[in-house]
C-alpha cells in the first residue's frame, strides 16, 4: 500500500452499463450512436471518475444477433440467475476496488433497458422491436445488482440515463455526485 503514496489515481470510480461505452453491443436497429456515449465519458472523465464497463448480460447471454425483448420476455430462471452471477461479479469489483480506499460514486445504467434500466424498462413489444413505451421498473441486472449490494451492505447510487435527454441528465448526476 506505501506505493500508492504518489499515486496520481483519483480514487473514484463509476460502474457504467455496457452499451454507453460501446454502443455496438445493442440490439441491431437500436444503437443511438456509432460507438459510444461520449457525453457521458467526457463527463466522467473531467470529473476524474474511472469508468468500469458493467457487462451486457443481454450480449453473453443471446448473442449480438439477438432480437429485442422487454424485462417481462427476459425474466426467466435462466436470465435472472446469469445476471444474478454476473451481479455478483460487479460486487467482487466493487469490493475490490474498496481494498484500496477507491471508492465506487455511481452505477449509471439506461432507462429502457431490459437489463439495465433503473427507474424505467420497456414494457411491450411490437412484431418487429421493443415499443417505446416504457414501464416503471428496474432492469433485471440492476434488480439483481442491488439485491447483491444490499446482502453486501453496500449503498450506492444509480442513475438511468436517457438518450434524448443527455444535458439534463449529466446535470442530474452531477447534482447526484455532489450530494
Request: charged share 30%; hydrophobic share 35%.
Given at each position: 500500500m506505501n506505493n500508492l503514496v504518489?499515486?496520481?489515481?483519483?480514487?473514484?470510480?463509476?460502474?457504467?452499463?455496457?452499451c454507453i461505452l460501446n454502443q455496438n453491443s445493442r440490439v441491431l436497429g437500436l444503437a443511438e450512436r456509432s460507438s459510444t456515449m461520449t457525453e457521458i465519458v467526457e463527463f466522467l472523465m473531467s470529473n476524474d471518475i474511472g469508468i468500469v464497463q458493467m457487462p451486457c448480460p443481454e450480449l453473453s447471454y443471446?448473442?449480438?444477433?439477438?432480437?429485442?425483448?422487454?424485462?417481462?420476455q427476459?425474466?426467466?430462471?435462466?436470465?435472472?440467475?446469469?445476471?444474478?452471477r454476473t451481479a455478483k461479479e460487479i460486487v467482487e469489483q466493487i469490493q475490490e476496488y474498496a481494498k484500496c480506499k477507491i471508492r465506487t460514486e455511481i452505477v449509471v445504467g439506461v432507462d429502457g433497458s431490459?437489463?439495465?434500466?433503473?427507474?424505467q424498462?420497456?414494457?411491450?413489444?411490437?412484431?418487429?422491436?421493443?415499443?417505446?413505451?416504457?414501464?416503471e421498473s428496474s432492469g433485471i441486472l440492476i434488480d439483481e445488482l442491488r439485491f447483491v449490494l444490499e446482502e453486501k451492505k453496500?449503498?450506492?447510487p444509480f442513475y438511468g440515463i436517457k438518450y434524448e435527454r443527455l444535458?439534463?441528465?449529466?446535470?442530474k448526476i452531477e447534482r447526484l455526485?455532489?450530494?
Amino acid at each position: 500500500m506505501n506505493n500508492l503514496v504518489n499515486d496520481k489515481r483519483s480514487g473514484r470510480i463509476a460502474i457504467v452499463a455496457h452499451c454507453i461505452l460501446n454502443q455496438n453491443s445493442r440490439v441491431l436497429g437500436l444503437a443511438e450512436r456509432s460507438s459510444t456515449m461520449t457525453e457521458i465519458v467526457e463527463f466522467l472523465m473531467s470529473n476524474d471518475i474511472g469508468i468500469v464497463q458493467m457487462p451486457c448480460p443481454e450480449l453473453s447471454y443471446a448473442g449480438i444477433l439477438r432480437e429485442g425483448k422487454t424485462k417481462d420476455q427476459y425474466d426467466t430462471v435462466m436470465f435472472r440467475s446469469h445476471c444474478r452471477r454476473t451481479a455478483k461479479e460487479i460486487v467482487e469489483q466493487i469490493q475490490e476496488y474498496a481494498k484500496c480506499k477507491i471508492r465506487t460514486e455511481i452505477v449509471v445504467g439506461v432507462d429502457g433497458s431490459p437489463s439495465c434500466g433503473v427507474s424505467q424498462t420497456s414494457k411491450e413489444r411490437s412484431s418487429e422491436k421493443v415499443s417505446k413505451n416504457r414501464r416503471e421498473s428496474s432492469g433485471i441486472l440492476i434488480d439483481e445488482l442491488r439485491f447483491v449490494l444490499e446482502e453486501k451492505k453496500i449503498q450506492l447510487p444509480f442513475y438511468g440515463i436517457k438518450y434524448e435527454r443527455l444535458p439534463e441528465d449529466l446535470e442530474k448526476i452531477e447534482r447526484l455526485l455532489e450530494g
